[in-house]
């Protein structure tokens, strides 16, 4: 039975509060995403018995309604005309949704945003460090020699030196001027100041400049992250205030100098002395966590962790990590997550090898081999947490391979690498391995036992519709990695933005083009697959190479309920390029009042590589 589109996105309106509850509406490929007013007005239960929602979770500010390719943009349509509300681009609801967040969510979000673009230079360092430290162990000559000394220096640059990655990326999160950024980085770790890992209650900074009870110590700040991150939200914050209050004429020097000067002042007499005493003190926590509780906290910590990740806010123990390292210890946190993540992997790949759904399979595999190489989401999102008792196995998994990591005393010489690659990076091989297995085997054989796949209703198989493909040699209107889309009709292509219809124009429904016709006739544009056809035989959604393309004709054309529509396929068909699917009489859209513009939009076109339009 065919999904009630109207009925679906009726109860969605009717289970979150209605249109007047919603701040901002989108969606991807099969997730509508929806920013609410007040959450309290969300009835949860309910909207996960709501016929069409296949999962639901809150991730960032958002609420993702899972409904599935071909089906969402559908329910969206109907979900905009029952609520009343504009249609809106992705980024316009990660903006809304950063802007209802609550202030405690904001703070802890905010070293996530901070660390995710420094990232792949944090890894490569840490893989780096790993691999030559492991080639001086088993080569004595080779640490002894200047190509040792030459390959740690490339691999430590981004740790000795993390302030400035840390500030610049900050100021970018924070508006400022990433420039001004990483000036007051690299003046935290200036060479004339003392190095911050050389302090010792023997070895103490001069005392350059006293105020009162205020004072410069002579000091750097290598290894410390949050009075970095403070310094730059207060540059930036600073240099906006200043960029609206100082004349234009002299806003070019003003505003640098002023900025530059203040921030400096307060951050060698307030922001680094005191937050660099609480940064420890959270530092000394964690620690205590780990190692003094007899790893009851590893176990908390690893059950917990899974859950960061479905919040975004799983980055934030970058700090931490840090942290240790530049105290001179081990990262003591890297097992942890390595636990978790890698009990994600046994979860995801026990629904993998247990369901017989071979799209489930499709998705499980792959994004088992994603969380097994330490990034999760794919198979947090795409399986586990839409199912939950995978989930939950992970969880599980995850608590009990962080006791084990915490009792046997794991621990990483760098971070930002966690699962498999974490060889690289590990005090004990032998142990971690011991960790994996039991993180990994306890998720999968929970999962298996716990997790029963649903048995689809068993339907009767229809003869797909043999329509002759006719010799097809149209244009390319859409290109990318995957493959080529051939224009499906005949006319005149026009650019997306041009398409007279907001939804479409904005991007909401992917990447593409529109083409204003001069004949009703569409064929398909490569040899694929139907995923959907519309109620109102208007639209037809189609699937090749990973390729998820939507073929509409006309604006607001699902008013016609179907007259003047012909659709020649059904959901399922194989086609072929060139092959008919919608016949449309296109003095019946103009009779009617409305625009015959054909959209030709990839669904999935933020999924896909090197895509081009035109």
């Known amino acids: 039975m065919a999904l009630d589109y109207r009925k679906c996105a009726e109860q969605i309106s009717a289970n979150i509060g209605g249109g007047a509850n919603v701040v901002s509406a989108a969606h991807c490929a099969t997730r509508l995403r929806l920013v609410i007013a007040d959450n309290s007005k969300i009835n949860k239960k309910a909207l996960e018995d709501v016929e069409g929602v296949k999962g639901m979770f809150e991730s960032n500010g958002q609420l993702q309604l899972i409904i599935g390719t071909g089906t969402v943009n559908k329910v969206y349509d109907e979900f905009l005309a ?13 903006k809304a ?4 967040m609550p202030l405690w969510k904001k703070i802890l979000k ?12 944090i890894v490569a360092s840490g893989l780096m460090m790993g691999l030559v430290e492991a080639l001086a162990k088993v080569i004595p000559s080779f640490g002894a020699s200047g190509w040792f000394q030459f390959l740690d220096l490339v691999a430590n640059t981004a740790f000795a030196l993390l302030p400035v990655l840390v500030a610049i990326s900050s100021a970018r999160v924070f508006g400022g001027n990433i420039f001004l950024g990483a000036v007051i980085g690299i003046m935290m770790v200036h060479p004339a100041l003392m190095n911050a890992w050389t302090v010792t209650p023997t070895n103490q900074p001069e005392v350059w400049v006293t105020l009162g009870f205020l004072k410069i110590s002579a000091v750097g700040y290598q290894g410390h992250v949050i009075p970095v991150i403070l310094a730059v939200l207060l540059m930036s914050t600073l240099e906006k205030w200043l960029h609206k209050h100082v004349p234009e004429m002299i806003d070019l020097f003003v505003t640098p100098l002023v900025t530059v000067l203040t921030t400096a002042f307060a951050t060698f007499m307030i922001i680094g002395p005191v937050f660099s005493v609480l940064e420890n003190w959270v530092l000394a926590g964690a620690q205590w966590l780990v190692t003094s509780t007899g790893g009851i906290g590893a176990l908390l910590m690893g059950a917990l962790y899974p859950f960061t990740v479905v919040m975004g806010l799983h980055h934030m123990y970058n700090v931490i990590e840090a942290g240790m390292l530049a ?6 946190w890297m097992p942890i997550a390595s636990a978790a993540n890698f009990a994600q992997f046994g979860a995801c790949i026990a629904v993998a090898v247990k369901c017989r759904n071979a799209k489930l399979k499709s998705v499980a595999f792959p994004s088992s081999l994603s969380a097994a190489l330490g990034i999760t989401e794919p198979a947090i999102f795409g399986v586990n947490f839409r199912f939950m008792k995978p989930f939950i196995a992970g969880v599980i998994g995850g608590a009990v391979g962080s006791l084990f990591g915490a009792i046997t005393s794991l621990g990483a010489t760098a971070y930002g690498v966690t699962g498999i690659p974490g060889y690289l990076i590990i005090n004990n091989k032998l142990v971690y391995t011991v960790l994996l297995l039991i993180s990994g085997g306890i998720a999968f ?26 010799p097809f040699d149209a244009p390319a209107v859409i290109k990318c990695k995957n493959g080529v889309v051939k224009q499906p009709v005949k006319g005149t292509v026009v650019k997306r933005e041009d398409i007279p219809d907001e939804t479409f124009a904005a991007g909401t429904l992917g990447d593409g083009v ?12 490569f040899d694929g697959v139907v995923s959907s056809v519309a109620d109102s035989k208007h639209a037809v959604g189609l699937e090749a190479n990973g390729m998820e393309l939507l073929i509409h004709v006309g604006v607001d054309t699902v008013n016609m309920k179907g007259d003047g529509f012909d659709c020649l396929v059904s959901e399922g068909d194989s086609v072929k390029a060139g092959q008919p ?13 409305y625009n015959n513009t054909v959209a030709v939009l990839l669904t999935n076109s933020e999924d896909l590589e090197e895509v081009v339009c035109g």
């Open 514 to 525: 529109g083409i204003k016709p001069v004949e009703g006739l569409v064929v398909s544009p």
């Open 581 to 593: 699917i919608i016949r449309f009489d296109m003095a019946k859209i103009e009779k009617a009042g």
């Open 82 to 94: 029952v609520t009343g509300v504009s249609a809106a681009t992705k980024d316009d609801v990660k």
């Open 97 to 100: 949704a950063a802007s209802q």
């Open 110 to 121: 905010t070293p996530g945003d901070v660390f995710v673009p420094i990232l792949p230079a």
């Open 327 to 332: 105290s001179g210890g081990l990262n003591i």
């Open 445 to 470: 054989a929970v999962a298996t036992v716990i997790w029963k796949e649903e048995k689809a209703e068993d339907a009767p198989a229809e003869e797909p519709k043999k329509v002759e493909a006719a």
